[in-house]
């Protein structure tokens, strides 16, 4: 399981090492003028090991020429997000090994400039951490994608939780259907603005329950589970188990509950035993729950309660309340090389079993359904991975809410991730059908296969 390129498993232990002598944060030291872009790669590797013709290779003497491309691409973006405090891309490819990250701003409004080396919050990217410890209990045979609700939880939770038309549907609720979203269970933030009242309110009792002891300041409130899944028992579930697909952080809530309760462990404790040991990420941590192991770039919302327009950004990880109320429905943080380390490992069955990858990606008829009629950046939802086509190829991965995306192709052996650290991708409220994180993968993913 950790047989992974020794040039790759040391990149982030040597960034310094390894970053393109004179780039610095006034220009990019390729001559293209990309102000602001730091970028670094690792050092070129032969052949992976890659089998078949499939796997995507970068020709040695393309590499240098395709590095000023991505350089430009990101210096584009983050000029085009003004918004964004910072901008990051990552692009790994695994066969005839070519690797290159790149950053652009600063860690917050008015921090230091980022590099490459900085991680950031992935946010529902953790999701799919937390659905790889379940398949990995479903692999041991501690739990069954079968089991129900009523199993594991508590009766004050089941019978709260999922309750339509005043059918009591809770305790049937299965993992599966919590897995891959087609549960019903309502999503505790669609509980506005309440939820966000919460997280932001500009008074310290406004961030804690109601019977709680409120916490100086709502950044040092750390939240129960059951603080916020309190949320979801005001509102009627979506639909009744299985008839559709909707996105639910409750869902992702219940199984870091049930996670706890199998293992016995905290769920930072469980996902790193089951889950992170496999994927050799030591960038990689559980915000919140666990240290620091990397300078952290900050991500901004736009809300703000006096603000109805909502453009005045908030900085979420100084004004809210310190990343314990993402529990198991994201909260990881890392560089972007490390976030396209673990979907890989993932995908290509060094964490869970090669057939039981097959399981995680296959995509429900229901959110199939689903992304034909309102979605164009994925096309299916399986359990714990999405699907999206890029450029007429097959990748899976997650996004997350500060607009992060990172995708892996198995066949291509390539890994792209990005991150905008805004809710709006840099663009203040402004809306396309296509979002900008999905507009910068898709170049990033073009400019190498172009290359290649």
């Known amino acids: 399981m950790v047989k992974l390129m020794k040039p790759f498993a040391l990149a ?59 350089n430009k691409i990101l210096a584009q973006t983050k000029a085009a997000s003004p918004f964004s405090p910072s901008v990051f891309a990552s692009v790994d490819t695994y066969s005839h090994r070519f690797s290159w990250s790149g ?46 609700l009523g199993k594991y939880l508590k009766p004050e939770v089941v019978n709260r939780i999922d309750v339509l038309n005043g059918t009591n549907y809770g305790p049937k609720v299965t993992i599966r259907e919590l897995l891959n979203h087609t549960s019903g269970i309502v999503d505790w933030y669609d509980n506005y603005p309440k939820s966000f009242e919460y997280l ?32 979801a028992y005001e509102l009627e579930p979506y639909f ?59 991500g901004y919302d736009e809300y703000r309660p ?34 396209n380390q673990f ?14 990858v097959k399981r995680m990606i296959a995509t429900t008829p229901q959110s199939r359904k689903e992304s034909k009629r309102k979605s164009k950046e994925w096309s299916g939802d399986g359990a714990g991975l999405f699907e999206y086509k890029v450029d007429g190829a097959s990748f899976y991965g997650h996004d997350g809410y500060w607009c992060e995306k990172t995708i892996y192709s198995p066949r291509l052996k390539l890994a792209v991730s990005v991150d905008f650290n805004d809710l709006n991708c840099g663009r203040g409220l402004a809306e396309s059908d296509v979002s900008p994180k999905a507009q910068l993968v898709n170049r990033l993913v073009k400019a190498v296969r172009s290359a290649g």
């Open 12 to 70: 982030i232990a040597v960034l310094a090492a390894i970053v393109v002598p004179g780039v610095a944060a006034a220009a990019g030291s390729d001559g293209s003028g990309n102000s602001g872009v730091q970028s670094l790669h690792t050092a070129d590797a032969a052949a992976s090991g890659a089998k078949g013709g499939a796997a995507l290779s970068v020709p040695a003497h393309a590499r240098a020429q395709l590095r000023k491309h991505l």
């Open 103 to 148: 950053a652009a701003g600063r860690t917050f409004f008015g921090g230091e400039p980022v590099t490459p080396a900085v991680a950031w919050d992935g946010q529902s990217e953790g999701k799919t951490v937390t659905a790889t410890a379940i398949w990995r209990l479903i692999e041991m045979g501690r739990i069954k994608p079968t089991d129900t």
């Open 200 to 231: 932001y309110g500009p008074e310290p009792s406004q961030c804690a329950a109601p019977g709680d002891t409120p916490a100086r300041t709502c950044a040092e409130y750390r939240w129960d589970p059951s603080d916020l899944m309190a949320l």
């Open 240 to 298: 009744a188990p299985g008839e559709a697909w909707h996105y639910s952080e409750s869902g992702y809530f219940l199984l870091g509950m049930i996670l706890e309760r199998v293992t016995g462990e905290s769920v930072a404790q469980a996902q790193r035993r089951l889950v992170l040991s496999r994927a050799h990420v030591p960038h990689m941590w559980f915000m919140s729950f666990e240290a620091p192991r990397a300078a952290l770039a900050h």
């Open 306 to 339: 006096e603000e109805e327009n909502g453009r005045d950004p908030v900085d979420a990880m100084s004004q809210s309340s310190n990343g314990t109320w993402s529990y198991t429905g994201g909260g990881y943080a890392a560089p972007g090389t490390e976030w």
């Open 343 to 356: 979907f890989r490992a993932l995908l290509e069955g060094r964490i869970i079993k090669p057939r039981t």
